[in-house]
């Protein structure tokens, strides 16, 4: 069984070969003895009409055509990467404006203790007596 299936498969490959030399040009599956493996994905390729420099000005128009899309895509990607990094430059602004106003808050709270410590040891000084809290709960 093996054996013939290697048989049919030399035969298909041999009629193949002998319908595109017979043609002139490349059957739809001489691509895949270069190693594609779905043929099914694969596009046929568009016949140009006309003669070789309007031919020449189609494949210069589609070309073009792409290159457009392609700078479009690139503008559109780079104008994101520009606003992603002004939000970033943004956003480093702001941890550095929240950082400093955090440094001053901490020393104004230092200096508040100090002063509050300070002023009650003035009290404390100033009434050289004894003092007593009672809470209730």
């Known amino acids: 069984m093996l054996y013939f299936k290697f ?5 298909i490959a041999m009629n193949r070969k002998i319908a595109s030399a017979s043609t002139g040009r490349q059957t739809e599956y001489s691509e895949s003895s270069r ?20 031919q020449i000005w189609q494949v210069t128009n589609w070309h073009e055509t792409r290159f457009k899309r392609l700078d479009e895509f690139l503008v559109a990607l780079s104008t994101e990467k520009n606003m992603t990094l002004l939000g970033l430059n943004q956003n480093r602004k702001d941890i550095v404006e929240l950082q400093l106003k955090n440094q001053r808050l901490e020393a104004e ?24 809290e009672v809470l209730e709960s």
């Open 7 to 11: 048989i049919m498969a030399s035969a």
């Open 35 to 54: 190693g594609e493996s779905n043929p099914s994905r694969r596009q046929a390729r568009p016949v140009l009409q006309g003669t070789p420099v309007q």
């Open 109 to 132: 709270v230092a200096a508040l203790k100090q002063h509050l410590i300070n002023q009650g040891r003035n009290n404390k000084k100033a009434k050289k007596g004894v003092s007593l």
